[in-house]
Each structure stands twice: as structure tokens, then as C-alpha cells.
């Protein structure tokens, strides 16, 4: 069976073979910073895109309602576009010899296993030199404010965002795209991208990006929860890493944290790891008081960061793993 935006490219081509070459495009060389310094990454373009929107309907002098309807609109509008080009581009490449690999590039670009890897090891690699550097490093992949963070909130944020973002960096493009082909993840890639935009719960984005907030929250639902199962299958094979207290502390945790999704994958890494995670933090000038994910440390160091990263190497492993089952099935 194939997704209704793919059928086989090829005799013997079909999506989940050219989504286990995407993964391995992606796991192989990332975004390669020399391409997208002379072209714009798609995720700038939807940005772009979402800003040309934001700046135009976003009017702070008309009613919330108005502001809530604007806000939806502009989130259909955008992901509309983008699943359109995606599924012309699509077509495209299915009339070229080789098409399929074309299309496993273009779709390795929205999965960000290896973007999310580097950066989380910088932070180690940061935060082993001072917490300044470690606090500098972290501020490329989370939205609370560094200058906040001691040696220990420096490393819990790292291991945090490895977590969350394997959820709707990896295992959400992989679900998303095995549904629906290439259109799906980019629509999904849009969702996500409006989110981290403008669904934010401040004055000038709470009514205008409710609609993105919801909309992520509903394509991350699956993926969230298939990612905290995969860490707690990995952490049940992968040295030093615990796969049943994952599974117990991400039973009990998960819906405790803020997020209806996010608490999935950083319980279940909280508990493969004996640490606790989330807690109190700052995001700008809002404090929040989030309980804690698991009953271990909360004395984080770079030296668990390292071991997130092994462990989130063998949760990609696991997914990749169950593609290549489905190709061969």
C-alpha cells in the first residue's frame, strides 16, 4: 500500500524505500551548511512565508476574534501552499529517471536527526569548556532565556530538547510522510514551523497563533507518544540506559508536563537516564513552574548530555529499523 501523494515510483520503489534513503541522506550529511548558504532551506522559505503573513493580518488594533479568525486563515493558507508545491514537485520528479532519489533528498531536508545531534553536542562540548559557552551553545535550540540557567539547567535544557525535538524533528516527518508522501511532511514541516512562530501564548501571538498552536498539537499526538515508546525500546537494549524505569516514569510523568505531547519523550529519557527533567524554568519574562519528570538527579552534566545523545542514536536506530521492516514488508 502507498501513500495516496506517492505511489511507487518505481517497480520495487516504493515509500518506505525512499524514506529509509531519505533518513540515511539525513543521518549522513545533515543540512550541509555550504548548499544552504548559496540557497534558502525550505523551513526559510516557510518562515518567510509565515512571516509575509504575520506582518500583514496580525493586526494588534482589531478585536481577538478578528485576530483568532486571521490567525486561522493565515495557518490553512500556509499549510495549503506548501503541501501543494510539495505535491507538484512530487509529481515532477516521478517523470525523471531516479526521481525517488531526488525525492529522498528533498525529503531528508525536513528531517532534522542530524541538525538536532550536532547541536545538542555542542552544548556538551560547550558546557565542558564553561557554563558560558555551554549557555551559548543551548541557546540555538531552546526559547528560555540562557542567561538563567546554572551548569545543570544549561544540561537538562540540552537532554530536554533532544527529547522533544526527536519527537517533531524525527518521528513526526517519518509518520507524517509514510501517511501521506511528501505533501504530508511539508504540510507537517508548515504546521511545525507556525508554531515555533507564532504559537506562542503572549499578547501579540495569543490569538493569532491559537489555530497553529492547536494544529501542532494535533499532528504531534502520535508522534510524541511513538517517540517515548521508542526511547523506552532503545533504553531496554542500549548500554547503561534503564528501558523499564523509562517505561514507569513515562506512564506516570508524561501528563504532567505543560505540553500535551512533550512530556511523553522527556519522561521516558528522564527515566532511561535517572534524572529528572523540566521543572521550574524561565522563558522570557514568564516564569514557569512545571512539576519534575522522573525522581532521579537534577544535577545534570555534560556527561549526560553524551548520554542522551548515545541514547538518541539508538532510538534512531529503532525507527529507522521499523522502516526498513515496512519497506521490506
Not at 558546557?127 to 540562557?146: C, K, N, T, Y
Not at 544540561?155 to 513526526?172: K, L, M
Request: net charge neutral.
Amino acid at each position: 500500500m502507498f501513500a495516496p501523494g506517492l505511489p511507487a515510483l518505481v517497480p520495487g520503489i516504493d515509500i518506505f524505500t525512499v524514506l529509509l534513503a531519505a533518513l540515511a541522506i539525513d543521518a549522513w550529511l545533515g543540512d550541509p551548511a555550504p548548499l544552504y548558504r548559496r540557497v534558502p532551506h525550505p523551513v526559510v522559505v516557510i518562515g518567510a512565508m509565515v512571516v509575509w503573513f504575520e506582518r500583514r493580518f496580525n493586526d494588534r488594533l482589531q478585536t481577538d476574534r478578528y485576530r483568532f479568525w486571521a490567525g486561522l486563515a493565515t495557518t490553512v493558507a500556509a499549510v495549503a501552499v506548501v503541501a501543494l508545491v510539495a505535491w507538484a514537485v512530487s509529481w515532477l520528479v516521478r517523470q525523471i529517471p531516479f526521481g525517488w532519489l531526488a525525492e529522498a533528498v528533498l525529503a531528508s531536508t525536513l528531517i532534522a536527526y542530524r541538525g538536532l545531534y550536532d547541536a545538542v553536542g555542542a552544548v556538551a562540548a560547550g558546557l565542558a569548556e564553561s557554563v558560558e559557552e555551554g549557555r551559548r551553545a543551548v541557546a540555538q535550540i531552546v526559547g528560555r532565556d540562557p542567561e538563567t540557567l546554572d551548569a545543570h539547567g544549561v544540561a537538562r535544557a540540552a537532554i530536554e530538547s533532544a527529547a522533544e525535538n526527536f519527537a517533531d524533528g524525527v518521528v513526526a516527518p517519518i509518520f507524517w510522510y509514510a501517511l501521506l508522501g511528501l505533501p504530508g511532511l511539508a504540510a507537517y514541516k508548515a504546521i511545525n514551523t507556525l508554531d515555533s512562530m507564532i504559537g506562542y501564548r503572549d499578547g501579540r501571538y495569543l490569538w493569532f497563533g491559537k489555530a497553529a498552536a492547536r494544529l501542532d498539537d494535533i499532528a504531534n499526538w502520535v508522534p510524541a507518544r511513538l517517540s517515548g515508546l521508542l526511547f523506552c525500546l532503545a533504553a531496554s537494549v542500549a548500554p547503561g540506559t534503564k528501558g523499564g524505569s523509562a517505561w514507569r516514569v513515562m506512564r506516570r510523568d508524561a501528563a504532567k508536563h505543560r505540553s500535551p505531547n512533550a512530556g511523553w519523550p522527556e519522561a521516558a529519557m528522564a527515566g532511561a537516564l535517572g534524572l529528572a527533567l523540566a521543572g521550574p524554568r524561565r522563558y522570557g519574562a514568564e516564569t514557569v513552574n512545571d512539576p519534575w519528570l522522573g525522581d532521579g538527579r537534577k544535577e545534570a552534566t555534560a556527561d549526560d548530555i553524551r548520554a542522551a545523545q548515545r541514547l538518541y542514536m539508538w532510538t534512531g536506530g529503532a525507527a529507522a529499523i521499523l522502516v526498513a521492516v515496512a519497506a521490506l514488508l
